[in-house]
Every structure is written in C-alpha cells, then in structure tokens.
C-alpha cells in the first residue's frame, strides 16, 4: 500500500484480522472521516497475499467506483462491476461490486443459497468485505448475499450501527467493535464538533429519462432553454414531487412541463424519501432532534405526513412566521422534547431561533450554505461532549452534486469536519458531466473518431447554432472537464502538421496558440485506452518544467503555490514524469478540495530545421482548469503536455549542437540559482 495507516486505523486493522481469524468475520465500527476505507484496503491485501480471492460490497455504484479507484492507488488491481459496467470481469482476484449486482451474479452461478450453492460461493469467494454494513438486515441485497457466504472470511465496516440492528448484523458477519471519538484522541485524530456526510439518491428510471430529456433542450438553447434549467433543478434538488407540484399551477413554466412530456410516470414519492428514511434509520440513538432543511412547502408538508412517528413541526413561512403569537406557539412546540423532527424552508426559519439540533439533513441544496448556517445560529453551535452530524442528501449525474463541493468547503471553514468526503486520492466524478460524457461518447462512435471536438459536437446537437448554444455547449465541454468526467487533449499529429503547414509556406516564424477550438474531448472511462492506444497523444515520459512556470492555481494561498514550486524544481535534474507532478499537484486537495489548477506550455523562439531552412517557432497550448483533486484527469493532461513537448523538443533538436530542450532546461536552472 501507498497510504501509511495511522496509529488507530493500524489498531482496528490488528483487532479486524485477529477476530476474524478467531471466529470466520468481524465489525468494524469507526466515526465518519476517520478512514474506515484504508482498514478495508489493508485487511484486503493481507488475503491478497495468500493469494485469496476477496470480494468488496459497496451500497451504490458511486463507491463501487469510488473504492475501485482507491485499490488501484494503493497498487491493487481490482475490477469494478455494478449495472452500469457492460464488461463484468469477476474472474480478478479482488472485485468491488454492488450487492444487486453480486446477488444476482450468485443466482445465475450457484442457484439457491441452500446447500452446495453456498459452499461454491463461499469457496470462490473466501474473503469479503461490507462496506456500510449496517444495511445488512431483513431482505436487503446485502442480507441476501452473506446467505451465500456464510462460510467466507467477512469484514464489516460501518459508521454507525444502530442499537436495533445490532444483532442480526453480528449474526451474518461477526463481532462488533465501536471505536468512539475518545478513542481515537492521541492516536492520529482529533474530535470535531461536527461531521458532514453525504448520502446519495439516485433516480429512479423515469426521473433519470424526463432529466435527460430536459438537458437535451437546455443544451440547445431553445426559446424554454430557462425553464429546461429551472426544471433540471428542481427535479434533482428537490423532486418529482415538487415538479409535478409546479405543474399544477397556472404559470408559463406549468405549461412548458405540460408540453415537453407526459409527467404522469413521475413517481409521486421523491426519490430522496427513501434515503431520509435510511438517514433517520442509520442515524438512531445518535440524535434527540432533527432538522430537515427543504426548499418547497409541498416537500415540507410530505416529509412530516411520512414522518408522523417523530411529531414533525413545520417552520414553512406564511401566517406562522409573519405572526408573532403563531410564531411562539410554533417554537415552543419544536422546542419540546416529544418533538424529534424540525422540517423548514428558507422562508420558514428566516428571523426563527430554532431549538438545538444534533443532526441536520440538507434535502435540498441550497445557494449559500454558509448563510443557512448562520442564521441557524445555536442550532448548530458545538455542544460539550456531544458530536453533531450534518448529512447533505444529493443526486448523482446531476447539478445537485456539482453544486455540493463548495458548499461543504463552505461549512469547513466554520470547522465542520468534511475530511471523509473528501479523503479520496481520485475524486470519482458524480456531477452533471457524465450526461456530456454521455453524448461525447456516442459522438465518437458515431463518427469513428478517437477525441471529438466542439465543432463535432455542435454539428450532432443542433442544426441552428446560435452564439448562444456554441457557448453553453463549450462551457458544458470545459465544465465537463474541469470537473473530471471528460478528458480534454490535444492531437499531436494535428499539432505537427500545423507546424509542417508553417514550414512549408517559407515563413521564417510562426505563431501556434491552441485552445479550446484545437481541444478533443474523450470521456474520462476511455482515457485508460486511449492512453493506450494513442501513445503519441499521451506520453509517460518525462516532462521539462517549462509548463509549470506557468501554473496557476485558485482556491489555496500564494506561500502554498510557491511552495508547490519548490517541490516541483526538485526534480528538475532529472526532469519529472507526469505523475510525479501530478501527484504534487493533487496534494493541494488537502488545502482545498475545490482548488483548481490551469498550466500552459509555452516555446519561444524554437528553431526548427525544415529543408534546409531554419523557421523560429513560438508555441502556446492552454490547459486547465481542473479541480486538483482529480488525480487521473491531471495526470492525463500532463501526458498530453509531455507528447506536444517531445514534439517540439524532437522537432528543434537538431537545429544545432545544443539542443532545444537541454537549452531550456539549462534556463531553468540559472532561473532556480536566481
């Protein structure tokens, strides 16, 4: 492994392995934040070892991919398999997968979990690991799949196991041991006073088909093209049923719903209800009064009809909040004990001093979550010895998730701990860009080509392109690849031949600057094979500096940059390969999360020998911005940067008896002395 385990991972790791050994499975329990990914990792590669087959059980596809990404940082090759995944190699030593999908895999392969079906399961898959294994109860696929093995080595990981499930997860796994914040004091982590956790809500296949349909228009700039993105976000921040809602009344954008599509195979019910309910669930016995913040009456109204159990008051605006006396009245019935359940709005707890809550459930997203907690006030004050949870409720594929990292670096910065959202080496993409992936990929195929570019792209959307249209579907291009889900290159064979079209013409100096008209896009899934495949594109070789004299990063102080650029010029002997500085580059996550970073490469005054002739070349290519965090994206991106300089190097080279790049190299070490 890469990761060194701190003091208490190492000792959860030690207890993990010896009650497994001991007695066939165990239960590790570990705060939110504090790594329990890590312990799973390293407890794997202990079987891997003994060349045992281990399989990992992830509660959604997003951490399938997530975790997938993470074996393969820490140096372990492992298959990622869930429905969304059309190639299912089970056949690799470690597979991380959804429980749907194992459980229908062992269907297919071993029939009935009775008898010999689980003796096979148990003897192809002898080691396994639950990640969230507090969902192991009942009828749940998780339950199903440990019927099947039983008989294998198991894991449990999970942050909070309630009281109630206690022991029917110590039935079909093991032992459980809780580490508690004081616990962990002096062992590598320090207690917060808060924890953020994020909690996804996928959904359901008629929401995902009417959003997409929705995207499409936005896209292309339709006289409705601002109701299509009024409508994007009120699906995924808040639901069908909140949509529907809009429907129903008589305005401009009810009409626009009308006409784009039958609402009628909406769901009724939200797509996030369900995942409250496993908030509240996961969450008991570790808070006395919740909060739920919406941002539609007609959701606060459904949250407290389906929560009856926990006396629900609604602080939703109207007579209530304008009222003095009614305002009373409603505070003083929040503030009872009975009452476990606050659901408000922003129009409802605006001026409202709301009882102290210990678990606060961010529904719908909201566009300044640093406001919403200041005017929260007490509610969220740090309470002695009392850990307090805020849980954000997002939609994968969608803007609701884009608009989430901000919003968390927003609480950080008043000292909420969000490490365990963030933790992760490579940062899986969750945001609207996989629907622009989406469409980048079936560009390609349908054209042949291996990178599609914006004109390509503008071709298949819209016949009429509108100034408009070309710059939204650009900015959807360079979001998509800010953000991770594309990844954006140059082709070095068009590169040359622009520099060969120069040449020819007997101009003694040319002037190349390529940007966002010269960039092709791939989704980030295929930059494996791409990488593969078009080696002149993406070189891992090493990369001369001379780029990163130009990098700028947002979102971290000057004295951290700089010192980025310290560590950078260490190399600059033996000149760095893309994922050394790659990896410098990434480690500015730790400073913000959300930080981004952009780099040129920049040539001046190359001379380039062409029949006999001599041509001056100045060359510009632009990169960024990406978010640091994307280890992948940065480090195909510097690739790319190190193919266009192995170019130009090669290119200048012979032009005298110094070459281009050692004379370059030389400048920036008498720079470095200076």
């Avoid at 492992?78 to 470690?94: E, F, L, N, P, Y």
């Avoid at 919740?290 to 629900?312: G, M, Q, S, W, Y």
């Avoid at 594109?537 to 951290?560: H, M």
Wanted: with cysteine; aromatic share 8%.
């Amino acid at each position: 492994m890469r990761s060194k385990l701190r003091p208490y991972q190492r000792e959860a790791l030690d207890w993990a392995l010896r009650i497994v050994e001991m007695r066939g499975g165990a239960v590790v329990s570990l705060p939110t934040g504090t790594g329990k990914t890590i312990v799973g990792i390293a407890f794997a590669e202990r079987y891997l070892e003994k060349n045992a087959k281990v399989l990992v059980l992830e509660p959604t596809r997003f951490l399938v991919e997530q975790t997938a990404r993470r074996f393969r940082y820490e140096g372990i090759k492992a298959s990622m398999i869930h429905s969304g995944v059309k190639d299912r190699d089970w056949s690799r030593q470690t597979v991380v997968t959804t429980p749907e999908s194992a459980l229908s895999y062992f269907e297919q392969q071993y029939g009935s979990p009775t008898g010999r079906g689980a003796e096979q399961a148990s003897r192809d898959f002898p080691v396994v690991i639950i990640d969230e294994c507090h969902h192991t109860v009942g009828r749940d696929p998780f339950a199903q799949v440990m019927q099947y093995l039983r008989d294998s080595l198991k894991l449990g990981l999970s942050a909070l196991i309630p009281k109630s499930r206690a022991g029917e997860i110590e039935k079909s796994i093991g032992l459980i041991k809780r580490w508690d914040f004081s616990e962990l004091q002096g062992k590598g982590y320090e207690k917060p006073y808060m924890i953020a956790e994020v909690y996804e809500a996928p959904f359901k296949a008629e929401e995902e088909k009417l959003y997409s349909r929705l995207y499409e228009l936005w896209l292309k700039g339709s006289v409705h093209s601002h109701f299509a993105a009024l409508a994007l976000t009120t699906l995924s921040r808040d639901g069908g049923d909140a949509l529907l809602d809009s429907a129903s009344r008589p305005t401009a954008f009810a009409s626009f719903l009308q006409s784009i599509a039958s609402l009628d195979p909406l769901p009724s019910n939200p797509h996030k209800l369900p995942v409250l309910d496993n908030v509240l669930k996961d969450y008991e016995g570790n808070f006395e009064k919740v909060l739920v913040f919406v941002n539609r009456r007609c959701t606060a109204e459904l949250i407290a009809d389906r929560f009856k159990e926990l006396n629900p008051v609604k602080i939703i605006g109207g007579r209530e909040a304008a009222d003095p006396d009614a305002r009373r009245s409603l505070l003083e019935e929040a503030r009872k004990p009975e009452t476990k359940m606050i659901v408000a709005t922003s129009a409802g707890d605006e001026g409202i001093d709301v009882p102290e809550v210990d678990l606060l459930v961010f529904w719908s997203h909201v566009s300044s979550p640093l406001r919403l907690y200041q005017r929260l006030g007490r509610a969220l004050r740090p309470a002695p010895d009392k850990i307090k949870y805020a849980v954000f409720i997002v939609t994968p594929g969608t803007r609701d998730y884009d608009a989430l990292p901000e919003s968390l670096v927003a609480l950080a910065r008043e000292g909420i701990d969000v490490s365990g959202i963030f933790d992760d080496v490579d940062s899986q993409v969750l945001g609207e860009g996989l629907l622009m992936a989406r469409r980048v990929k079936e560009a390609a195929e349908s054209l042949g080509v291996k990178g599609v570019s914006g004109e390509d792209l503008l071709n298949m959307i819209a016949s009429f392109q509108s100034p408009r249209v070309q710059k939204r579907v650009m900015k959807e291009l360079e979001d998509g690849a800010k953000m991770g889900a594309l990844l954006c290159f140059y082709d070095v064979n068009e590169v040359y031949s622009e520099i060969q079209s120069w040449a020819e013409s007997a101009i003694p100096e040319a002037y190349i600057k390529l940007g966002s008209a010269h960039k092709r896009y791939i989704s980030i899934d295929e930059a494996e094979e791409a990488a593969r495949n078009s080696p002149e594109n993406f070189a891992d070789s090493p990369v001369c500096l001379d780029p990163i004299s130009d990098l700028k990063v947002k979102g971290v102080s000057e004295a951290v940059v700089h010192r980025l650029r310290v560590e950078l010029l260490k190399h600059i002997s033996s000149m760095a390969k893309p994922r050394i500085l790659a990896e410098a580059i990434n480690a500015l996550s730790s400073e913000n999360p959300v930080a981004t970073v952009k780099w040129r490469l920049r040539v001046e005054g190359a001379v380039l020998p062409f029949n006999g002739k001599e041509m001056r070349l100045n060359f510009t290519a632009e990169y960024g911005p990406y978010l640091v965090r994307n280890l992948r994206q940065v480090e195909y991106a510097l690739q790319n940067t190190a193919a266009l300089w192995s170019l130009i190097s090669s290119l200048a080279s012979s032009s005298d008896g110094l070459g281009f790049c050692d004379r370059l190299l030389r400048t920036l070490r008498e720079n470095k002395a200076t």
